[in-house]
């Protein structure tokens, strides 16, 4: 089972950050989390992940609380093609194995213009 | 840098059948990963080949089978099919190094009639 907990769907207005929250309780110190997104058949797409900083590229900004209990994920001025499933994931077994993603529903992000 | 290359894209088999998809991951990468998604269930982890062995794998029956090349390259063998195998088919390719990302192919549609 996913050890992630995500709201199933959330709207966002075009042009204004979108905040994608996620729940992992159960994480482990040596656990990061990872977020992916996948547009409507095809294959997830990485954007973004972290242990416990505060990461940021070109896509995204990954927030994560002190405890490391829930992270949000911010993309800064959502577009219509950010509309997309996305997918909070920490890893199964703490090894840092990559190679097994377990996914959860995931959140469905719908940006409106 | 060339992506994940799956093929085919598209296939419709009949029932009984089997079928093998294929999967050539990014350059340098010698992690491969197969995941099923179907509407019901979701993204569903398969199993995991580094460096030409099975490193994980998921819960799924025999008849889901894989293996991976000296090159990297991959394929993952479905016998016996059934409707319920219907599904798109993901390969993802990681350097298999601990804590990086996964990158996905577009994946293969296989239709069971």
């Known amino acids: 089972d996913a050890k992630t907990t995500q709201p199933p769907s959330m709207d966002c207005a075009e042009g204004r950050a979108a905040n994608l929250p996620c729940n992992h309780s159960?994480?482990?110190?040596?656990?990061?989390v990872y977020w992916y997104r996948q547009i409507h058949s095809q294959g997830p797409q990485y954007i973004i992940h972290?242990?416990?900083n505060n990461e940021t590229n070109e896509m995204a900004s990954l927030i994560i609380t002190e405890d490391r209990k829930s992270s949000t994920l911010i993309l800064p001025h959502a577009t219509l093609r950010d509309t997309a499933v996305y997918y909070c994931?920490?890893?199964?077994?703490?090894?840092?194995?990559?190679?097994?993603?377990?996914f959860g529903q995931g959140t469905t992000l719908q940006v409106k213009p | 840098k060339a992506g994940v290359t799956q093929t085919p894209r598209y296939l419709i088999k009949t029932r009984g059948q089997q079928v093998t998809l294929s999967c050539s991951p990014i350059?340098?990468?010698?992690?491969v990963s197969w995941y099923q998604q179907t509407p019901g269930q979701g993204l569903q982890f398969l199993f995991e080949?580094?460096?030409?062995?099975?490193?994980n794998k998921g819960n799924f029956p025999g008849r889901f089978s894989g293996r991976q090349f000296s090159n990297s390259r991959s394929e993952m063998n479905v016998s016996t099919l059934e409707l319920g195998d219907s599904a798109l088919y993901l390969c993802?390719?990681?350097?298999?190094?601990?804590?990086?990302?996964?990158?996905f192919g577009q994946g293969t549609r296989l239709t069971v009639v």
């Open positions: 993802a390719s990681s350097s298999g190094l601990m804590n990086t990302e996964a990158f």
């Open positions: 159960t994480i482990s110190g040596n656990e990061y």
């Open positions: 972290g242990l416990k």
């Open positions: 994931i920490v890893s199964y077994d703490g090894s840092g194995n990559t190679g097994k993603l377990i």
């Open positions: 350059s340098g990468h010698r992690s």
């Open positions: 080949y580094f460096s030409e062995t099975q490193r």
